[in-house]
């Protein structure tokens, strides 16, 4: 048994304590897909989530969680991404503030969404190590409290509501997929579907070009993510310390994608579900569609984890 | 008091008939778009219905109302667009037969679509008398039922439905936007809110481009559709002979709104609302944020007829 982990009570109250914040977000089926596949596919659109993105869970729990006296310094984090814009709109609706430190290269759509929603950023060089010493700067002049994109069972808990509404709502699916990049929402699924559907198997998918959970999962030692190329770049980061031993502990496989069965995945999903997914959302059908003989009359779970993608930069 | 339009009990019947057979499309907010728009916005999503459009309502309602003796036959209709698509279905789903006249021109990706649902496709000269010969030969040489695609009582009291679901769920809505073409949707929409929500008002919304119903509706005198231009492929045709009068009776209002408007709205969707939606869908949500001020404050229903569009040819 992990020690520390969040318990099945900390799922539940997690749930409880942001489910007047967060969207109940659908869950659709497609004859189409179900045909291409040969499976019985559900899809959990956190496309349709705030900000667009399951991230806004695990951001809104971790502000809750606060204690009073810490949220009037306000709320911190470094991202270019998802995580970003969720704990921005997250600390905008909790009446606090956020200070986001951006790369200074970021594109200019995610600095005017991240300042749309309120949040405060502060640039810094496109380094790993300008953005750590940036951030500590922040927390130092203001006190702010850093909520990390997915190293922090707070966030983690959070993301687990997702599988909490998936099972509330379909019971006990034989599996359920989830993309892996840190490894928060995996995670938290696994945690969720260890306390409330231990029948469920849960599988990760992760881009090929990024392969590093998969890496650490077949060897057994951590492997960081280096210089991944992919498509799904919401999904570059390295597992995390509290993420991976939850990993090692319940996830049953990890299954790799290349970049042209994201694409097609993505574009199926366009063309014949209507929705408006991200590449590193695909992963996750690409994973099914990949391995259909793991999956063939079963039902399964596949989760859009985010719908944010640049229309000016389709990749069809 | 019009004659011979469908009753009350006509609609009801209508959506018992097809409810089996039809999705109970998502009724959609989206907190960005009130903001802009100053209305409490809801969206009916039939960019989500069964091939992708509403028009999958009013073919299953028109074949489940023929008589069994008629149906061995199969019908047929003269489309290329999304009535085609779902004519072709509604019958295979029934067991029956249609025949699709299409233009030679027709994009690859449409007659694969059609014959995908199992339709078996007629080509013809892309002219409209060679549409309506070639159809005759059909009729005549099969004794198939044609099935008009807007212009048919069975198909218009279909359509209907949509609305009959909004006021279901909702109540009764200020308004709701309707984009025009033929006007199906738009006389099934009045005579539910007539007989259901009378106090709501129902207003038509059409691009600039192809402006025929504005035109009857400003001069009283019918205006048939003369080389449209605009890039909602939906909506080019004229009104018809059984929409036409219903639509005199009893809409509120035409908006008009241009290529470049039907755009925006379409990208916002797209963005903010994470919905393939196509340029015809597109069109009531510009007209609301064409026309503010009518809309400020109210309780307004947008319906999202369609999701359609070939990604390889974006307007963005």
Known sequence: MLQNVPLKDDITESYNRIVRYIHRTPI??????????????????????????FKYRGATNAILSLPKEKLVHGVCTHSSGNH????????????????????SNSPQVKKNAVAGYGGIIIECEPTLAARESTLADVVKEHQAAFIHPYDNYDVIA??????????????HPDYIVVPVGGGGLL????????????????????????????????TGVFHPSVNPTTIADGLLTSLGEYTWPIIRQYVSDI????????????????????????????VSLAAVLHKKQIFANKRVVAIFTGGNVDLSRLPF
């Open 158 to 171: 959070g993301q687990g509501s997702c599988a909490f509404e998936i099972i509330q709502e379909l019971g």
């Open 255 to 282: 299954i790799t994608v290349s970049d042209e069965d994201i694409i097609a995945a993505m574009r199926l999903v366009w063309e014949r579900m209507k929705l408006v997914i991200e590449p590193s959302a695909a």
């Open 28 to 53: 659709f089926t497609s004859e189409t897909i179900d045909y291409i596949s040969g499976a019985s596919m559900h899809f959990k659109a956190e496309n349709l989530q705030k900000v667009g993105a």
């Open 84 to 103: 970003a814009q969720a704990l921005a709109l997250a600390a905008k609706n909790m009446g606090v503030k956020s200070y986001i430190v951006m790369p």
């Open 187 to 218: 995670s938290g699924t696994l945690l969720a579907a260890h306390y409330f559907s231990p029948q469920t198997k849960i599988i990760a998918a992760e881009p090929e070009g990024a392969s590093d959970a998969w890496k650490t999962f077949a």
